[in-house]
C-alpha cells in the first residue's frame, strides 16, 4: 500500500506555514484557477468568495476550524503528529482502507442511495476484491478466536 492510498487530503499543517507563491505567472494562474474551483466546494459561500477577491491566505488555525485539516501541531512535532496517524491507520486492513476511500471517493456528489447502489452493482473493484478477499475472512475469525487479526492485504 504507497502513502498516497491512504492520505486523501492534507491532515497537519503548522500553526503558521511559508507564504509560498509561484514566481512564474503562468503557475500563478494555475493555483488562482484551481482554489477557486476548490473553495467553494469546502467552504461558506462568503468565505470562499472572500478569499478568492482578496487573496486572503488562512492560517493553521482557521482551517482546522472550517475542517479544511484535521490536525494543527507545532513544526517540532508535526512528524511525530503524522507518524501516529499514520500507524493508526496502518493497524487496519489494507483492503478495507483502500475500498473505505474508493466508496468515499464514489459517493462525492452522489446521495447515499445512489452511493449504495453505485457500490453494490460492481462499479469500485476493490471494495468487490475487498469482500472475496482472506483479510474479510480474517477479521471475524480473529474476532472470534479472541486475538488481534493478521491483515495480509489478500
Given at each position: 500500500m504507497?502513502?498516497?492510498?491512504?492520505?486523501?487530503?492534507?491532515?497537519?499543517?503548522?500553526?503558521?506555514?511559508?507564504?509560498?507563491?509561484?514566481?512564474?505567472?503562468?503557475?500563478?494562474?494555475?493555483?488562482?484557477?484551481?482554489?477557486?474551483?476548490?473553495?467553494?466546494?469546502?467552504?461558506?459561500?462568503?468565505?470562499?468568495?472572500?478569499?478568492?477577491?482578496?487573496?486572503?491566505r488562512?492560517?493553521?488555525?482557521?482551517a482546522?476550524?472550517?475542517?479544511?485539516?484535521?490536525?494543527?501541531?507545532?513544526?517540532?512535532?508535526?512528524?511525530?503528529?503524522?507518524?501516529?496517524?499514520?500507524?493508526?491507520?496502518?493497524?487496519h486492513?489494507?483492503?478495507?482502507?483502500?475500498?473505505?476511500?474508493?466508496?468515499?471517493?464514489?459517493?462525492e456528489?452522489?446521495?447515499?442511495?445512489?452511493?449504495?447502489?453505485?457500490?453494490?452493482a460492481?462499479?469500485?473493484?476493490?471494495?468487490?476484491?475487498?469482500?472475496?478477499?482472506?483479510?474479510?475472512?480474517?477479521?471475524?475469525?480473529?474476532?472470534?478466536?479472541?486475538?488481534?487479526?493478521?491483515w495480509?492485504?489478500?
Amino acid at each position: 500500500m504507497s502513502a498516497e492510498d491512504l492520505l486523501p487530503e492534507p491532515v497537519s499543517r503548522q500553526p503558521h506555514p511559508p507564504q509560498a507563491v509561484p514566481r512564474d505567472f503562468e503557475g500563478l494562474k494555475n493555483l488562482l484557477i484551481a482554489e477557486q474551483e476548490r473553495l467553494p466546494k469546502r467552504l461558506p459561500r462568503a468565505i470562499a468568495y472572500e478569499m478568492a477577491l482578496t487573496g486572503r491566505r488562512m492560517g493553521a488555525a482557521e482551517a482546522a476550524g472550517w475542517g479544511l485539516v484535521n490536525h494543527v501541531v507545532p513544526a517540532s512535532g508535526l512528524m511525530a503528529a503524522a507518524r501516529e496517524l499514520a500507524a493508526q491507520i496502518a493497524a487496519h486492513a489494507p483492503l478495507a482502507l483502500r475500498a473505505a476511500k474508493a466508496v468515499m471517493q464514489a459517493g462525492e456528489g452522489r446521495s447515499v442511495a445512489e452511493t449504495y447502489a453505485f457500490m453494490r452493482a460492481g462499479h469500485i473493484p476493490v471494495y468487490n476484491q475487498m469482500l472475496r478477499s482472506k483479510d474479510a475472512e480474517e477479521g471475524p475469525r480473529a474476532f472470534g478466536e479472541k486475538r488481534s487479526p493478521v491483515w495480509r492485504g489478500e
